[in-house]
């Protein structure tokens, strides 16, 4: 059994099929049940992204597993990755979430084997792992023994994965290594998307996704042409969709940095359409740029803030701005008029047509902690 750890995020791991016990206790099918309960519970609470219950739920799943199965055994060895998922799925480095990870790949080495391709998913995350606390700067005296630790690992992982008959073990470990800030993560980005596209084709999401991860190491030009390339081939696929309001909405805000307000307009409206039925209620700009502070406010000291009111045309333009609460009065008026000018914001579409929105309100502050 191999998970697959392809794409943005991580996906759901189902426990495997239940076996008999290994060895004899006083209730086994007791046992069985509350694991059961709590690998169900388990899920619940980590498709909902509850952390904190995740975890609680995931060691206890894991402690019941090892009292019925025993430390190595397979399902042992998925319930111990469910938790250490858990426990690196924080944004935080969690010292915890290392340890388990490590455990992880030691059983999953000692219940497959040392070269199994069911190593290479627990490597990654344990690679993962180490990435985080390595940015973090969380080893202190270790920081270099964890950096070699880690490309070790990523040695091990790759080797394994070029020899495996699965054909996207490969791909699936250079996509999730791409994204973790290695000296080689544009590399890896690169032959993802190449192996994907032989895999699959170009116009598949796993191809389609491998490619926006490649095409954020680009700049400039280069990078727009490839988010246009990637639109253009992401029509109509199924489960990309999130992905093109994301790749509508960093076009545009590229095409405005460089003036071109035609194009920025174009991607805006895009973006618009594919909002069509869950507009956000807190209408807040996608680009702006920090108001220029007034000089006799810095001279004097001063800070507050402005309350603006405006439309917001239909190609996410700024129309009829005023001033309906400032404080103090009158000292930031002119600057927040000014910066509120270039906001931009995805079009309210309504019926596939983009509309005007009235009565928007935006609150700029201005302090010397900003």
């Known amino acids: 059994m191999r998970h697959s750890l392809t794409g943005i995020s991580w996906g759901a791991i189902a426990i495997i099929a239940l076996s008999s016990p290994a060895y004899g206790n006083d209730d086994p099918l007791s046992l069985k049940r509350e694991l059961e309960d709590a690998h169900d519970q388990y899920q619940q609470f980590s498709d909902n992204g509850d952390l904190p219950n995740a975890e609680r739920l995931g060691i206890l799943a894991l402690e019941l597993s090892e009292q019925i199965y025993g430390t190595d055994h397979p399902n042992t060895a998925v319930l111990s990755f469910n938790l250490a998922k858990t426990l690196n799925a924080f944004t935080r480095f969690r010292w915890r979430g290392l340890r388990v990870a490590e455990l992880v790949v030691a059983r999953y080495r000692r219940v497959y084997g040392e070269n199994a391709d ?69 590399r890896y980005s690169v032959e993802a998307e190449d192996l994907y596209e032989q895999i699959y084709g170009r116009k598949h999401v796993h191809t389609l996704i491998a490619a926006v991860n490649a095409a954020s190491f680009k700049n400039g030009d280069a ?17 990309f969709s999130r992905y093109q309001f994301a790749l509508h909405q960093k076009l545009s805000i590229n095409y405005l940095e460089i003036g071109d307000e035609r194009m920025a307009t174009e991607h805006l409206q895009a973006a618009g359409l594919l909002t069509t039925g869950h507009q956000d209620t807190n209408y807040a700009p996608i680009y702006k740029k920090s108001p220029v502070y007034p000089r006799r406010a810095i001279v004097r000291g001063i800070e507050g803030y402005v309350l603006l009111e405006f439309t917001v045309t239909r190609e996410g333009g700024i129309r009829d701005p005023k001033v309906i609460d400032a404080n103090p009065p009158r000292i930031f008026d002119q600057a927040a008029l000014d910066a509120v000018g270039q906001f931009r914001y995805i079009p309210r579409v309504v019926n596939g047509e983009p509309v005007e929105v009235d009565g928007v309100t935006n609150r700029i502050a201005f302090s010397f902690n900003d």
């Open 118 to 186: 069911e190593t290479v998913v627990p490597m990654t995350l344990l690679i993962q792992a180490l990435a985080k606390g390595l940015q973090s700067n969380s080893f202190g005296d270790e920081q270099t023994k964890r950096h070699r630790q880690m490309y070790v690992l990523v040695g091990l992982a790759e080797r394994i994965a070029k020899r495996s008959n699965e054909a996207t073990l490969l791909p699936d470990l250079y996509q999730n290594i791409s994204k973790i800030g290695l000296r080689d993560s544009r």
């Open 223 to 239: 990078q727009s042409k490839a988010y246009e390339r990637i639109l253009r081939n992401g029509k109509d696929v199924e489960g």
